[in-house]
Every structure is written in C-alpha cells, then in structure tokens.
C-alpha cells in the first residue's frame, strides 16, 4: 500500500462526510409523491392523503404502493427481486423508490414553499 | 495465444464465476441490479496486474455474459456492463498513472462501477436523483476496494510463479 492510497480513502471519506451532511441540512419535506413508468409520468398523489394504489403495467406486471402518515412505501411488487420493497419507506423532496425490474420509480416531490417563493408572491 | 495463456483465462473466467455465485447469495439492499460487493472484480483486477489489460477487459466481458445468463436476469446486462466497462478503463488508468498500489486503483475501479451502473438506472427510470445513493455506495466501494486491493496483491505474488 502507497501513502497515496491512504490519501485517497481519506479523500473519499471527507468527500462522502461532507455529502451526507449537505443532503440532511438541505432535505426538506415533499408534498408529492409521483409515479412514472418507464420514465414517463403515471400519476400523482399528495403525500399526506393516505392511499394504497395498484401500479399495474400493460405486461402483467404490479407494483402496490402505500401512502400512510406522510410515508411511501411499496408494500409489494411482482419483480423478482423485490428490492424496491426493501426498501426504507421515503418523506424527503427527491428521494425515491426504484423497481428497476418493472421500470417503476416512486419519487417525492414538490418540498415546501420556501421563504424566497413566498416573497416572490 | 500459448496454452499456457488459454490455461490462464480458463482459470480466471472460472474463479470470476464462483465469486459471482457467491455474491448472488448475499442480497445488497440497493435498487439498481449488479451492484454488489465486487468480489468478481478480484479476479479482474488480478488480470490486470498479473496478465495484461486487455485480457482483463475480454475475461471481464465474458464473467458478465456468462453470469448475466447463469444468475440474473439477462435484461440487467446493460447496468453489468455499464458497471465493467467503466471500472475497466478506470483501473487501466490508473495502473498506467502508477500514482496509488493496487488498494487505491482497487477502490477507484469499485467506485467507477456503481458510477457507470447509476448512470444507466438515471437514464433508465429518468430521475436524476438516484445520483443521491452514490456517497453511499463510495463507502462500500472503500471498504471492498481494500480488502480486494489487499487480497488480490497477495494471490498476483503467489500467482506469478505460474503466470511467467
Ligand atoms: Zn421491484
């Protein structure tokens, strides 16, 4: 091992540190949750209307989706994988859950009116 | 090609092959298929250092042909071969730049990987904010990227001897 290698990892470490931080200081709280197929938009739902809704796509394929107390989540999927139900259940603007399989992405959307919005009006 | 050298890549295309049976086992709770702790990239890289660079890029293309229609579902080739051809070229790179051992080209070549893999998934499903995994992925590409640097200096030493 090279003292350039310990460089590196420490320069990744401090470039991953200093991401996470910025994500948790900037993420605010979405009010949207959209569906898209295949990247193309499917549907919109608000974040804090609780809902259970069925994605079902053209092949047979499904994707169940579960909005509950201001949380997404995918509660079951027909892909084999089954990773997108895995995954953590998402509230944050830009976050999001991907069923790679089927080509299904759920993400947050739309965060709060910020202070420099609600001056321009 | 000397016999020797087909006894080689017969070896290397069948140990990439039982890492990849191994890592199929062990599930990563990440969306985008194929990202996995690289211990197939082991093999790659020792070809890089032990044989030559382009027959690590050949034996490569091959472990992802192969494993992508023994373990996966075939239509994730494209993330798999996202993920080798950039980690190929950037490991190549770096060799050629002798700046890091074979630790830090290790961890940039692992790193390269999940880059190439969430480039695809971005394009795929049309949400850039997938790009928001990567730190996290970075960390697991530091981790792999050592003990692979570290485990396959230690085989290149002993594989050398049959190598020459
Ligand atoms: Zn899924």
Redesign the interface.
């Known amino acids: ?2 003292k ?2 310990l460089f ?2 420490g320069g ?2 401090v ?2 540190f200093v ?2 931080l910025l ?1 948790l200081i900037f993420r605010t709280e979405g009010s949207k949750v959209l569906i ?1 197929i ?3 938009e499917h549907k919109t739902f608000n974040i804090n209307e609780d809902t259970t809704y069925n994605i079902l796509l053209d092949n047979g394929e499904w994707n169940i989706l579960e909005i509950k107390d201001g949380y997404v989540k995918m509660l079951d999927a027909s892909c ?2 089954k ?2 139900v ?2 953590n259940k998402i509230r944050y603007n ?8 089927n ?3 759920i ?1 947050v959307i739309g965060g709060e009116e910020s202070d420099l919005d609600a001056i321009a009006k | 090609m000397n016999s020797k050298k087909i006894a080689s890549y017969g070896l290397f295309i069948a140990l990439a092959f039982i890492f990849s049976y191994i890592e199929s086992l062990i ?1 990563i ?5 194929g990202i996995k702790l690289g211990l197939a990239n082991l093999v790659v890289i020792i070809a890089i250092y032990g044989i030559g660079l382009k027959e690590a890029f050949v034996l490569s293309m091959v472990r992802i042909l192969l494993v992508g229609f023994t373990f996966r ?1 075939p ?2 080739l494209i ?1 798999s071969f996202a993920g080798g051809l950039l980690s190929w070229l950037t490991m190549a790179i770096f060799k050629k730049l002798k ?3 074979m ?2 080209v290790s ?2 070549g692992g ?1 390269a990987h999940n880059i190439g893999q969430i480039i695809v ?1 971005i394009m ?4 850039t ?2 790009i ?1 995994y ?3 992925l ?2 697991s ?2 981790v792999s990227g ?1 003990l692979i ?2 485990l396959g200096a230690l085989i290149l030493k002993r594989l050398n001897k049959f190598l020459d």
């Open positions: 091992m090279k350039n290698d590196l990892i990744i470490i470039f991953v991401a996470f994500l898209t295949d990247g193309k084999p994988d990773l997108c895995k995954h830009t976050e999001s859950i991907t069923c790679l399989p080509g299904v992405d993400r | 599930p709770p990440f969306p985008v298929p579902d239509s994730t993330f700046l890091f051992s630790v830090g961890i940039l790193i998934a795929y499903v049309n949400n904010s997938l928001y990567l730190p996290l970075m960390i590409g530091v050592t640097g570290i």
